[in-house]
């Protein structure tokens, strides 16, 4: 006997996520359709989905106002950046508390994890003076070691222990029956098998960077270094109010790639959390 649903139950299951998925597509929609309008359509009533007169000069504008270009490859290599160093801390810290027994380590696993309590808010000072002292200020390092070392990379620390936790031990005896050691049983065994975990520590590490804006505004002073969070504020007119056909263009090309990245890896990004127990 076949499980599918019936034609109409289906039907009525896809209309109501269609439903309920109108009011997260439609602020987006709005966003990208209205930074092709004129200023005085935007805020018209009622909203037009669709603008009537195409109008590129907002993104034009963009360019002009600020050095966009390069806040955007700043926003870009500063994310691969962390990104990669998070995947390399957190895989080893990881696979160390999920394979290594030593005196002490649940204890510091309760340590790591803690981090995860503390706001950023909170030493976001503490922060700022001891960059401060090794002259690290309007530099990119601060946004480049404080994701790395921080919160994300504890949440990454905890999915790839998971991870590692599920593995068959036979694995690392089957290794050290061939001559690996420990280090040569996490390349060639642990690690290659850790890609779905990998690649849902990747996403949401890239995303984390891309939109941080709290230390951006802390640690930066020069346009030409500013990443793309703290970019968008700068969009204002001589008396300080918002010029909003240019915001929303800037913010669409911030906001698509993203969008893009995560539609074609959230398989990847669902499969991940699923394979480390965190799947809701």
Same mark, same amino acid.
Request: aromatic share 14%; proline share 6%; no cysteine.
């Given at each position: 006997m076949s499980n599918r649903l019936p034609l109409?139950?289906?039907?009525?299951?896809?209309?109501?996520i269609c439903l309920l998925a109108v009011p997260f597509v439609f602020p987006t929609w709005w966003m990208v359709t209205s930074s092709f309008k004129p200023v005085g359509d935007i805020f018209a009533f009622p909203p037009s989905l669709i603008p009537t007169?195409?109008?590129f000069s907002a993104?034009?504008?963009?360019?002009?106002?600020?050095?966009?270009?390069?806040?955007?490859?700043?926003?870009?290599?500063?994310?691969?950046?962390?990104t990669i160093g998070t995947l390399?801390?957190?895989?080893?810290?990881?696979?160390?508390?999920?394979?290594?027994?030593?005196?002490?380590?649940?204890?510091?696993?309760?340590v790591v994890l803690v981090g995860?309590?503390?706001?950023?808010?909170?030493?976001?000072?503490?922060?700022?003076q001891m960059f401060n002292s090794v002259g690290l200020i309007d530099t990119h390092w601060p946004l480049i070691l404080v994701p790395m070392l921080g919160a994300?990379?504890?949440?990454?620390?905890?999915?790839?222990?998971?991870?590692?936790?599920?593995l068959p031990g036979e694995l690392e005896e089957a290794a050290r029956v061939d001559g690996l050691g420990r280090l040569a049983t996490f390349w060639r065994i642990a690690l290659p098998l850790a890609r779905p975990a990998l690649g849902a520590v990747a996403i949401f590490t890239f995303l984390h960077s891309w939109n941080l804006?709290?230390?951006?505004? !802390? =640690?930066?002073?020069?346009?030409?270094? +500013?990443?793309?969070?703290? $970019?968008? %504020?700068?969009?204002?007119?001589?008396?300080?109010?918002?010029?909003?056909?240019?915001?929303?263009?800037?913010?669409?090309?911030?906001?698509?790639?993203?969008?893009? !990245? =995560?539609?074609?890896?959230?398989?990847? +990004?669902?499969?991940?959390? $699923?394979? %480390?127990g965190l799947k809701g």
């Open positions: 109409r139950a289906r039907m009525a299951i896809y209309g109501l007169d195409l109008s993104y034009r504008r963009v360019f002009e106002l600020q050095p966009f270009a390069q806040q955007y490859a700043n926003s870009a290599y500063i994310a691969v950046v962390v390399a801390v957190s895989s080893l810290a990881g696979y160390a508390f999920a394979r290594i027994r030593f005196r002490g380590q649940h204890a510091l696993f309760l995860l309590l503390i706001p950023s808010e909170v030493t976001i000072v503490p922060l700022f994300p990379s504890v949440l990454a620390t905890f999915i790839m222990r998971q991870f590692f936790v599920t804006y709290l230390e951006p505004i !802390v =640690f930066l002073s020069t346009p030409e270094k +500013f990443t793309l969070p703290q $970019a968008l %504020t700068q969009f204002v007119d001589a008396y300080g109010g918002p010029m909003w056909d240019v915001q929303l263009s800037a913010a669409s090309m911030t906001a698509l790639p993203v969008l893009v !990245v =995560f539609v074609i890896a959230q398989r990847q +990004f669902i499969e991940g959390l $699923a394979h %480390t």
